[in-house]
């Protein structure tokens, strides 16, 4: 199991104590919020999302942004299969089908911070988007593709 702190993830067993063989996941960034959506883990911060397997932490895409928030991690989408953790102390929990990590970032226009723009409130563009993992079509087993951005 990964658990995630602002700077790094560490995997540890079913009572909370480091596995060592495993060690910790340093974050190219800082995180201001975590969402798990198996296999993935995104790391958020405001200029980045980081894409991460979850079983081993590898990077497997960055995505760049203006002031990226996570609006909603998909927590309450996971549907349990079984009905006791299993032997290494997870629950084998899936995501609900259709359930999706959502975020919002700043929408760069060129016209943040000109005078005579057109946004006449003083109000800041922003998209809203949803996270979707993806299947490549030479993904192995091992390396399911990573979520893309709609």
């Given at each position: 199991?990964?658990?995630?702190?602002t700077?790094?993830?560490?995997?540890?067993?079913?009572?909370?104590?480091?596995?060592?063989?495993?060690?910790?996941?340093?974050?190219?960034?800082?995180?201001?919020?975590?969402?798990?959506?198996?296999?993935?883990?995104?790391i958020?911060?405001?200029?980045?999302?980081?894409?991460?397997?979850?079983?081993?932490?590898?990077?497997?895409?960055?995505?760049?942004?203006?002031?990226?928030?996570?609006?909603?991690?998909?927590?309450?989408?996971?549907?349990?299969?079984?009905?006791a953790?299993?032997?290494?102390?997870?629950?084998?929990?899936?995501?609900a089908q259709?359930?999706?990590?959502h975020?919002?970032?700043?929408a760069?226009?060129?016209?943040?911070?000109?005078?005579?723009?057109?946004?006449?409130?003083?109000?800041?563009?922003?998209?809203?988007?949803?996270?979707?993992?993806?299947?490549?079509?030479f993904?192995?087993?091992?390396?399911?593709?990573p979520?893309?951005?709609?």
């Amino acid at each position: 199991m990964l658990t995630t702190f602002t700077e790094f993830g560490l995997y540890v067993d079913k009572h909370g104590d480091p596995n060592l063989t495993k060690g910790t996941v340093e974050w190219e960034g800082t995180a201001d919020a975590v969402a798990w959506h198996p296999p993935y883990v995104l790391i958020f911060n405001s200029h980045s999302i980081e894409v991460r397997l979850v079983d081993t932490g590898k990077l497997c895409q960055v995505i760049r942004g203006q002031d990226l928030q996570c609006t909603w991690d998909g927590r309450g989408s996971l549907v349990r299969t079984h009905s006791a953790p299993d032997l290494d102390g997870t629950w084998n929990q899936t995501p609900a089908q259709g359930e999706h990590v959502h975020g919002v970032m700043r929408a760069d226009d060129g016209s943040q911070g000109r005078t005579g723009s057109s946004d006449t409130a003083g109000g800041m563009k922003q998209h809203v988007f949803v996270l979707i993992p993806t299947i490549r079509q030479f993904t192995t087993p091992e390396e399911p593709a990573p979520p893309t951005q709609h």
